[in-house]
């Protein structure tokens, strides 16, 4: 069992690995989706040729990122592999059989935490305190990030149930008449709307 548990925990410092790389990376000016891709893939040895890659290969801290989540990927698929061999090796059939249960449970209480959205909030949270604190990150904010002038910043709106935004388009609103102009929409369902048109709407729950 002691195998097991060594493997369990090799599979839950990788994931937490790459979400460290992620935080480093969004602070360099990445997306978030972009930089949990690429830092995965880096982790892994997939090596996906994108023009995000190329924007990493360009940038040096992107690319000492990089450069490390592939030596630690490469430690961590051998050390998963070697525990994975050793946690089974011998032993009576019914005893593998209690191996096997206890690793899938491990493995699926692994991949429900990492796919924890309260989770992840937090340890992004943790991890950026952490990485400001005790490293000299560069700190980027996003009117930085998109070169605003002074007047300009970025913020979100949330909708509430019987707000004026609430059902109406983008049209009805007219918030390019008053200053503002959304750039996009997380939506109260899930997911992030940044394609938007003169018919898009907001329903309570959205984030503009």
Not at 81 to 108: C, D, P, Q, T, Y
Not at 112 to 134: E, N, P, Y
Not at 171 to 190: F, S, Y
Not at 198 to 204: F, H, K, L
Request: glycine fraction near 10%; charged fraction near 20%; hydrophobic fraction near 50%.
């Amino acid at each position: 069992m002691f195998a097991i548990a060594s493997l369990l925990a090799v599979v839950a410092v990788s994931l937490l690995v790459t979400r460290v790389a992620t935080v480093i990376l969004v602070a360099s000016g990445m997306s978030s989706e972009s930089a949990r891709f690429q830092a995965r893939s880096a982790f892994t040895g997939a090596g996906f040729t994108t023009n995000e890659s190329e924007d990493i290969v360009s940038h040096p801290l992107r690319r000492r990122v990089v450069m490390t989540l592939m030596l630690l990927g490469n430690a961590g698929i051998v050390a998963a592999a070697s525990g994975l061999i050793i946690g089974f090796r011998g032993g009576a059939s019914g005893s593998e059989a209690l191996k096997a249960l206890a690793l899938v449970v491990g493995l699926l209480a692994v991949v429900f935490v990492s796919r924890s959205s309260v989770v992840d909030r937090r340890l992004t949270v943790w991890i950026g305190h952490a990485l400001h604190r005790w490293t000299e990150l560069p700190e980027k904010d996003s009117g930085e990030l998109l070169q605003l002038p002074d007047d300009r910043v970025v913020a979100e709106l949330a909708v509430r149930e019987g707000d004026w935004m609430a059902g109406r388009t983008l049209t009805e609103l007219d918030l390019r008449g008053q200053g503002a102009r959304v750039l996009g929409i997380q939506r109260c369902k899930g997911g992030y709307e940044d394609e938007l048109t003169g018919r898009t709407s907001a329903v309570p729950g959205d984030v503009l």
